[in-house]
């Protein structure tokens, strides 16, 4: 049984940022992230901790993000925000672009079926990140990772590993690697993250295992909340098939600058 209450998992939400290898931030007013251009540039928000009002908050983004030399400013809500900036942004002829539904339950209490064509294994050596580039270059239209760049994240891999506070999992059909993940344990919870299966795979059970590896491999290293982020269009639902809990919605917001 986890011992994390509504607000827990509510503040546990609201604290999750990604901030990628070669990313710059800034956190004043609310967290910024100027993404590298592997990941598509731009500058991505969120966390709003502010006493200036919401016309200010947003100000101050956008001169940030130009001061970066980026044209995008993506910004994600949250229901901690203060203030709130959707009504800002909407204002302001924002583009509405995506929504996630924020998920979290008990590790034990939590159920996933896999076919027995679908397997998963924990990411380990070059060869098992060069297929997981593989598959989010297509899925996150992302640039590919040159052979330094494979090394890198290997290195960066093995080393959440040793610390026990990152993994990576690789999903297979039949063996052909389709699916991938992560999984970050913070504070007793498994942020479940990166989730992607190529689009002629989908469908097939390699993201129900991939999911049930990491919860696995979660609950080993002493986690015992798993919190997802999960797509109202892919992810989610199956989430709700397995016994996950739903606190709410976050939604993306895209500013040109």
């Not at 060869?127 to 890198?152: H, K, M, S, T, Y």
Request: include cysteine; charged fraction near 25%.
């Amino acid at each position: 049984m986890s011992s994390h209450s509504t607000d827990d998992i509510l503040r546990a939400s609201a604290a999750w940022v990604w901030f990628p290898r070669g990313s710059a931030q800034t956190k004043e007013h609310l967290q910024l992230v100027r993404y590298p251009a592997r990941f598509g540039g731009g500058v991505r928000a969120s966390q709003v901790r502010s006493t200036a009002d919401a016309a200010a908050v947003l100000d101050h983004a956008v001169e940030r993000t130009r001061a970066w030399g980026e044209t995008r400013l993506t910004f994600w809500t949250n229901p901690s925000d203060t203030p709130d900036l959707e009504g800002e942004l909407q204002h302001r002829g924002a583009e509405h672009i995506d929504t996630v539904a924020v998920f979290a339950r008990a590790i034990d209490e939590l159920a996933v079926d896999v076919p027995t064509t679908a397997t998963a294994e924990v990411v380990r050596t070059l060869g098992q990140v060069r297929e997981v580039d593989a598959i989010n270059v297509p899925v996150w239209e992302q640039a590919p990772l040159d052979e330094e760049g494979l090394r890198v994240e290997l290195e960066d891999v093995s080393a959440g590993l040793a610390a026990k506070q990152h993994v990576r999992v690789l999903g297979r059909i039949d063996g052909t690697a389709v699916s991938t993940g992560g999984c970050t344990i913070v504070d007793g919870f498994a942020r479940l993250w990166g989730a992607a299966t190529l689009e002629q795979a989908r469908g097939l059970g390699a993201y129900r295992a991939v999911l049930a590896e990491r919860l696995r491999v979660s609950a080993e290293l002493g986690a015992t909340t798993a919190l997802v982020k999960g797509r109202i269009a892919t992810s989610a639902p199956i989430l709700r098939r397995v016994g996950f809990q739903h606190f709410g919605d976050e939604r993306a917001y895209l500013l040109p600058v």
